[in-house]
């Protein structure tokens, strides 16, 4: 048994390594963000972006197959990720929140989520729409190579026009560039 999360850790970095070599195909070097959205930024934070109710970044040995079982059932508490400035790249502190979004859906083959792409109000309003569909097809395809079958996925791009945070501030954009799974 000790096999099956090594086997797991190293499908999980070989799709992270292929998403990293397809999606460096756009945005721009100049982002105002350094990775602190909402404070989760400092490692091992407050915000407990695990996910999947405490089963581990990438399902790791310690919490064995009763955790991760019980919480593939479950739907993942934390339903949001968020992107950098003009980027539709998963930064790496959201890939466990993904990631137990990919378990709960290989469990479930029934369940079905759309995903919400967002965008901050810079920009016109054509590019942000394209933006969100970039980031939430990003998730898409993180989703797919963990082997989440495309049918139980939909994505939808809002762009500027729902934001989360109203205001002109860092903290408001930050929380406007986001992916939102919706079941």
């Given at each position: 048994?000790?096999?099956?999360p090594?086997?797991?850790?190293?499908?999980?970095?070989?799709?992270?390594?292929?998403?990293?070599?397809?999606?460096?195909?756009?945005?721009?070097?100049?982002?105002?963000?350094?990775?602190?959205?909402?404070?989760s930024?400092?490692?091992?934070?407050?915000?407990?972006?695990?996910?999947?109710?405490?089963?581990?970044?990438?399902?790791?040995?310690?919490?064995?197959?009763?955790g991760?079982?019980?919480?593939?059932?479950?739907i993942?508490?934390?339903?949001?990720?968020?992107?950098?400035?003009?980027?539709?790249?998963?930064?790496?502190?959201?890939?466990?929140?993904?990631?137990?979004?990919?378990?709960?859906?290989?469990s479930?083959?029934?369940?079905?989520?759309?995903l919400?792409?967002?965008?901050?109000?810079?920009?016109?309003?054509?590019?942000?729409?394209?933006?969100?569909e970039?980031?939430?097809?990003?998730?898409?395809?993180?989703?797919?190579?963990?082997g989440?079958?495309?049918?139980?996925?939909?994505?939808?791009?809002?762009?500027?026009?729902?934001?989360?945070?109203?205001?002109?501030?860092?903290?408001?954009?930050?929380?406007n560039?986001?992916?939102?799974?919706?079941?």
């Open positions: 048994m000790q096999l099956k090594l086997a797991r850790s190293l499908a999980v970095v070989l799709s992270l390594a292929v998403i990293a070599g397809c999606s460096s195909t756009g945005g721009t070097q100049d982002g105002d963000s350094s990775g602190s959205q909402d404070g930024g400092s490692g091992s934070g407050s915000t407990s972006s695990s996910g999947a109710g405490g089963s581990g970044q990438y399902g790791s040995g310690s919490s064995g197959a009763d991760s079982q019980q919480a593939d059932s479950r993942p508490d934390v339903k949001t990720i968020y992107f950098d400035y003009d980027r539709d790249t998963i930064k790496g502190e959201y890939e466990s929140v993904v990631m137990a979004h990919a378990r709960y859906l290989r479930n083959p029934d369940a079905e989520v759309v919400h792409g967002h965008t901050d109000e810079r920009g016109t309003r054509e590019y942000n729409m394209a933006l969100g970039r980031r939430a097809n990003a998730v898409e395809r993180f989703l797919n190579i963990q989440v079958s495309s049918s139980q996925m939909s994505v939808v791009s809002y762009g500027e026009e729902r934001p989360a945070e109203r205001g002109d501030s860092d903290r408001a954009y930050s929380q560039r986001r992916v939102v799974f919706n079941y």
